[in-house]
């Protein structure tokens, strides 16, 4: 889908090339996370893909098209780019902002008015607040979403998104980082991410591509960059907590067990001991009659009763829960903020899909190690 070969960049009066004979491919559907130091090439190689900058040497291509053949103009009508520092035009409206390659492309206005709604409630901004201010009347934040509304307005099949999220607190980051992930799911583009930063390079990438000067160190999925990095460069760039970082790269859901007793709050303590027989799970999960957890009762607690009490006397309510596309890391993280060696997996629905234990997390782990 984009495909460089060879491809140099020297900047006028410049000795040492912004970008070294770089060869890569982003397959179609996939999103590529280039990540490297300030100043290693990552903006100028996002750059010559839309033409915004021409290579020094070496062949794009886009869509198997070589992009020095096709019209500028149209070729960036077909590739949405967030820019790194947003560059809103400071005299339009927000509406008119994420308009404009849809105006460009002659979209009737009522179709406009209606894309621009959808992608300003998209990046969480209403629109009957938002749409008719200007870009100086927004936060940082607020701006960088406006940036990727308007690279998605006209559904383009190809994104670059240059530090995207890089004005926005940790925690608006993160919910965009996961607002943005689930609905990759449905778009499907192809996508060049730029970060500086290797967690949200980990979270996002279908591949990383590490960069130094200009040059391609590594170029591998998240997980062989964690386990089997190419070089020191590379090892410090992840950080010495690797092991930990891996986590992030299961979901929840993919992995919970379900071969672990649920039972209704009505079973009897009696009938729920013998459902604890083979196993070694620290809680017996108490779900209701559409099968959503809500609460546990804890083996020990059970083991102590005996008499003709139900589960539901002894349930405490579930707090140490995670979604079942939240990762491994928050599911750990979760265990740890509830003092609990569980953890209890739900789908959107709020039914139960699993459960992950503290034990069986270490195995998962040992398991995926290289
Ligand atoms: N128009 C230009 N003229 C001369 N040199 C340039 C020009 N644009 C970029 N450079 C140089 O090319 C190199 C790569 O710049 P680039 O903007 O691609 O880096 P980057 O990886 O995006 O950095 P950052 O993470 O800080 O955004 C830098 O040394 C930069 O100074
Ligand atoms: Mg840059």
Redesign the pocket.
């Known amino acids: 889908m984009i495909k460089l070969e060879g491809v140099t960049?020297i900047?006028?009066?410049?000795k040492?090339p912004?970008?070294k004979n770089l060869s890569m491919e982003v397959a179609e559907g996939e999103i590529c996370v280039?990540v490297?130091?300030?100043?290693?090439?990552?903006?100028?190689?996002?750059?010559m893909i839309n033409r915004l900058?021409e290579p020094t040497e070496g062949k794009i291509y886009v869509n198997g098209r070589d992009v020095a053949e096709v019209d500028p103009i149209k070729l960036r009508q077909n590739i949405g780019y967030v820019i790194?520092e947003i560059g809103l035009f400071p005299h339009m409206t927000i509406a008119e902002n994420i308009a404009t390659v849809p105006r460009e492309k002659g979209w009737p206005e009522d179709k406009i008015q209606e894309r621009v709604d959808v992608l300003l409630e998209l990046v969480g901004l209403d629109p009957e607040v938002y749409r008719n201010r200007k870009p100086a009347d927004l936060s940082g934040g607020q701006r960088q979403r406006v940036g990727v509304a308007r690279a998605l307005a006209a559904d383009p099949p190809i994104l670059l998104m240059?530090?995207p999220f890089g004005a926005v607190d940790p925690i608006t980051r993160a919910h965009l980082q996961n607002e943005f992930l689930s609905l990759q799911k449905k778009m499907k583009k192809t996508i060049m991410f730029?970060t500086?930063d290797i967690d949200e390079a980990i979270k996002m990438g279908d591949k990383i591509a590490v960069?130094r000067a200009?040059e391609l160190v590594q170029y591998d999925t998240p997980d062989r960059i964690l386990s089997a990095p190419a070089d020191d460069f590379v090892v410090a760039l992840v950080g010495h907590n690797r092991a930990l970082k891996r986590l992030n790269l299961v979901k929840a859901g993919d992995v919970a067990r379900k071969d672990v007793p649920v039972a209704k709050g009505t079973c009897s303590l009696e009938e729920a001991k013998k459902l604890l027989q083979a196993d070694n799970l620290p809680v017996i999960v108490i779900v209701d009659g559409l099968n959503r957890p809500r609460g546990v009762a804890y083996k020990e607690e059970l083991l102590r009763r005996n008499g003709q009490a139900h589960l539901q006397e002894i349930m405490t309510p579930l707090e140490s829960v995670a979604d079942e596309d939240a990762t491994l890391y928050d599911a750990l993280s979760t265990m740890l903020n509830y003092g609990e060696r569980y953890v209890v997996v739900m789908n959107h629905n709020k039914e139960f899909q699993g459960i992950i234990t503290f034990g069986y997390l270490l195995e998962l782990m040992k398991e995926n190690g290289s």
């Open positions: 960049k900047f006028p009066r410049q040492v912004a970008v280039l490297g130091p300030s100043g290693c090439g990552k903006t100028t190689t996002m750059k900058i790194q240059d530090e730029v500086h960069m200009g």
